[in-house]
């Protein structure tokens, strides 16, 4: 039955819990407990392997997966794939439908720690199409690191 759940992508305008347990980049995919892998919208960051499409803003792939990571509770440990692994509370999502393969693209509209689709970012810039680049923060609620 998980295995079924973690290759399903959630209908688009459905909400869902998303407990994190592991993380790719800057925006996702994050692995969620209850199977879906979560693409984060509202956020564009490098891939692990240093590409960016053109038209995205393009902060440091490391330096952006690991701000997500923060926000998620901190790293507790890696998998021989290269995931971090997370241990947060469950977030609450709405989702944009297909984000690719078995990923669920979906706005955080509630997290333990931050609001993740709306966070601040540690340097404000914007791009040509309006979309804030940097690195998420774990003061996006206010807390300090």
Not at 45 to 65: F, S, V, W, Y
Request: proline share 7%; glycine share 12%; aromatic share 4%.
């Amino acid at each position: 039955m998980l295995l079924a759940l973690a290759a399903s992508v959630v209908a688009a305008g459905q909400t869902f819990t998303c407990t994190p347990t592991r993380v790719w980049d800057g925006d996702g995919p994050v692995w969620c407990e209850e199977g879906p892998r979560l693409r984060i919208s509202g956020i564009a960051a490098r891939e692990m392997d240093g590409t960016c499409n053109a038209n995205q803003p393009c902060p440091d792939a490391i330096e952006a997966r690991d701000a997500l990571v923060d926000v998620l509770g901190g790293p507790r440990g890696t998998t021989p794939t290269g995931h971090v692994i997370v241990a947060s509370g469950p977030m609450r999502c709405v989702s944009t439908g297909s984000a690719g393969g078995s990923r669920t693209g979906a706005w955080v509209a509630r997290c333990p720690r931050a609001r993740i689709s709306a966070a601040k970012w540690s340097r404000p810039a914007r791009s040509s199409n309006g979309i804030a680049t940097g690195a998420i923060t774990a003061a996006a609620e206010g807390r300090d690191r």
